[in-house]
């Protein structure tokens, strides 16, 4: 699969059926119930994916789920290695320290746009 490729395929493991993409699978996660977790190194500042890919339209109805599959999986860590960007009606994900393989993407659900934290309960992270 070539860099840039927006091909999703679906795998099996142990009853479980999650999703992969060139950056990231969809897996178990150490954190809390699935997570995203790197297919391979991603350096700092390399674009992971897409977390939400219409920000007008959650802005405009609150309560509807335009999060794609990586934005459903995030989870939050207080010491985060990715960060979320909104760009062009998108809310892009970005490693905000190294990767490496095998290791969970997280964010800090508290640094997300106001939004999010509006139709997510963050007073528990802190």
């Given at each position: 699969?070539?860099?840039?490729?927006?091909?999703?395929?679906?795998?099996?493991?142990?009853?479980?059926?999650?999703?992969?993409?060139?950056?990231?699978?969809?897996?178990?996660?150490?954190?809390?119930?699935?997570?995203?977790?790197?297919n391979a190194n991603i350096k700092?500042?390399e674009l992971i994916g897409t977390?939400?890919?219409?920000?007008?339209?959650?802005?405009?109805?609150?309560?509807?789920?335009?999060?794609?599959?990586?934005?459903?999986?995030?989870?939050?860590?207080?010491?985060?290695?990715?960060?979320?960007?909104?760009?062009?009606?998108?809310?892009?994900?970005?490693?905000?320290?190294?990767?490496?393989?095998?290791?969970?993407?997280?964010?800090?659900?508290?640094?997300?746009?106001?939004?999010?934290?509006?139709?997510?309960?963050?007073?528990?992270?802190?």
């Amino acid at each position: 699969m070539g860099s840039g490729s927006n091909v999703v395929m679906g795998y099996k493991m142990k009853g479980f059926s999650g999703f992969t993409d060139g950056k990231y699978k969809i897996d178990r996660s150490d954190i809390d119930g699935i997570g995203a977790i790197a297919n391979a190194n991603i350096k700092k500042g390399e674009l992971i994916g897409t977390a939400i890919d219409n920000e007008a339209r959650i802005t405009t109805i609150p309560s509807l789920d335009t999060r794609t599959i990586l934005g459903k999986s995030l989870n939050h860590q207080d010491s985060e290695n990715a960060i979320q960007k909104s760009e062009n009606n998108a809310l892009n994900v970005y490693a905000s320290k190294n990767i490496k393989e095998g290791q969970e993407i997280s964010i800090n659900y508290n640094k997300a746009p106001d939004y999010v934290k509006n139709a997510n309960d963050t007073s528990d992270f802190k």
